[in-house]
């Protein structure tokens, strides 16, 4: 079992201040994971690339974001949350301005893994701080703040995205992400205390993030390349059994080695894999729309990127209202009630353009849909982290932040290769396919949610020591 380097003082009186910080640093996080959708279709022509390379554009990121995200959590609880937090950002900003830079296909994704690793460090650390700074009460408003973030952020980089990209072009949705990196940095410097050192020295187990991201890559390879060689091919059939290997593999290896990159335990206990069931819903929802969005906007209706965005503003607001209102509500309806509540609204939300398919449809209905999935956010987290031990608090928010990211890569692969075709542009029909998937996703997630999701604690202020 992993054990973190040392709790916090609490109250740390600066401790609002650095969750302001913090969820700005996350906030670049997850806007990097859907700020690319509007600026697909211009990298597309600029770079040249087919549709498996867009769909690897917003992958790659997200599947080196996920696989090494228990490799951060470990590396947080081994040596302290601050040094781990400032290597992340220097590196996420470093390879934001490499990627901004890219003159092909190869150069871009290799950026965007990059972006990734620097995101995997960043985001577990940074999580764990707010489990570690606040308690009670506190903790699931800090939580409730932090979700709404995470989930409101996916939906404004849409719309940064798209008056980026009108505006000094597709490589400034990286540019950006380098100043505010930087002084984000600086301040955190002072602001954050100094991590104790940890009695032993570190283990890191690398052989456990090969593993997982290799099995994942596998997965998502399948997936994506379905859209050209059909699902039921022994090619994609292949890959997937080479990913459940290993899968199985990296669980085994887990069992065995000195110092695990995951207790797998902790996964099996039933808040920690509801939450990861749930974050994975919600970030798969999310991104499947925004890929068929932006792409049904920009290509169907001939819109400009920063029209684009402007329409993807309502999806932003009911998003992050979504999530305000459930971190209101979760401590007195607990997570079931709001998670089932949750995943009808979004499958409401997705039937709306899969059986109607026009501008003013799409941009209610995602934004329903998206109000749906900003609940999902806070009682993922809620229910993964609100009862963890502060020694298993960086690996537990590794695990859901790892769980985030493998749906942001599931929903982009799925996606891509049901609504092919449209997003080429030879026909409008995929469009409707990936919509009417995305519902019934939803909709059996629902009833997933009902059976899995643990009812209100009797007593929610209380934590195991």
Known sequence: MTHQAGPLASPHPARWRILGFLGVAQLMLILDVTVVAIALPHMETDLELGREALAWTVSA????????????????????????????????????????????????????????????????AALSLVVALFDGDERNK????????????????VLIGGLLTAGPGWPWVFYVNVPIGLAIAAVLTVLLPASPRPAGRPRLDVLGAVLVTAASTSLIYGLIAAGERGWLTAFTGWLVLAAAVGYLLFVLWQRRARSPRMDVRLLVRRPVATGAFLIVMATALMIAVFFLGTFYFQ?????????????????????????DLTGRLIARWGGRVLAVAGLVVATAGMTVPALTLDTVSVVAGVSVAAAGTGALFVVASATALGQVAPHEAGIASGIVSTFHEFGASLGAAVVSSVAAASLIGTTLDGFTRGFTVAAVAAAAGALAAAALTPGRPRSHDHAPS
Request: glycine share 22%; aromatic share 6%; charged share 5%.
């Open 299 to 323: 290509h169907a209706r001939d819109y400009g990127a920063w029209q684009t965005g402007l329409l993807f503003l309502p999806v932003a607001l009911a998003t992050m209202a979504g999530a």
């Open 61 to 124: 990121y997200t599947l080196a974001f996920g696989g090494l995200m228990l490799l951060g959590g470990r590396l947080t609880d081994l040596i302290g949350a601050k040094p781990v937090v400032l290597a992340g950002l220097l590196l996420f900003s470093a390879a934001s301005l490499v990627t901004g830079l890219a003159g092909s296909g190869g150069m871009l994704i290799g950026g965007r893994i990059a972006q990734g690793v620097g995101a995997a460090l960043l985001s577990p």
């Open 142 to 157: 800090a939580l409730g703040v932090w979700s709404a973030l995470g989930g409101g952020g996916a939906a404004l980089g």
